[in-house]
């Protein structure tokens, strides 16, 4: 695997998880249910996947 594979694995891991926590964005943690799906809204109010 070449540096390149890797850098593009790290940024989209990044944009994945950022996406995936916005909902629960400043909650602590075990106060929310698991995050299983993209959903919109949460504290900044966000449409879906952003």
Known sequence: ????ERYR???LG???GDAL???VEG????TFEP???MTGEGPLGLPRGT
């Open 14 to 16: 990044m944009a994945v």
């Open 35 to 37: 995050i299983m799906d």
């Open 1 to 4: 695997m070449d540096r390149f």
């Open 21 to 23: 926590g916005a909902p």
């Open 9 to 11: 694995g790290c940024l």
């Open 27 to 30: 909650q602590p943690r075990g």
